[in-house]
């Protein structure tokens, strides 16, 4: 997601936890502030981490840990919305919309879509190349054949 590069770990984390407060407190949110509000409003089980503060900043998820990193899950879903906000890869939209009709649930269907986008994410990562967006979209119209 351009709009968080040139951003460390905690500085990523501080915007979520500046969001939470911010939504929490009923004041005025920035666009991107209320994306990531409702993202983490559909995330009531990581509220509790992030109203920790500091801890919040400072915990490491790593795959030997055996938890979730929290940060990571809610960051995919905020570059998933963006994926489909703006059809791109083209025909991302259409997929979502067909899995969110069939699982009756936007959000179930997010998820869905989460696991192809971690996965494309994480070879493009470990190969040193950008994802593959034609693999991507033959991996979620996959979803949809299940």
Same mark, same amino acid.
């Given at each position: 997601m351009p709009v968080f590069s040139g951003q460390d770990r905690e500085q990523l984390r501080q915007m979520y936890l500046n969001a939470w407060r911010k939504y929490?407190?009923?004041?005025? @949110?920035?666009? @991107?502030? /209320?994306?990531?509000? /409702?993202?983490i409003a559909e995330h009531p089980e990581h509220v509790p981490l992030l109203e920790s503060g500091p801890d919040a900043l400072a915990a490491d998820y790593t795959p030997d840990g055996g938890r979730e990193n929290p940060f990571l899950h809610m960051g995919l879903h905020l570059a998933l919305r963006e994926q489909? /906000?703006?059809?791109?890869?083209?025909?991302? /939209?259409?997929i979502h919309r067909a899995l969110a009709q069939r699982l009756v649930n936007p959000h179930g269907a997010e998820h869905t879509m989460l696991e192809v986008l971690a996965e494309v994410l994480w070879e493009g990562q470990h190969s040193g190349r950008a994802p593959d967006e034609q693999r991507y979209l033959e991996r979620l119209r996959a979803l949809l054949a299940r």
């Open positions: 929490t407190a009923r004041q005025p @949110l920035e666009p @991107l502030e /209320a994306q990531i509000a /409702a993202v489909v /906000a703006t059809d791109r890869p083209a025909g991302i /939209a259409r």
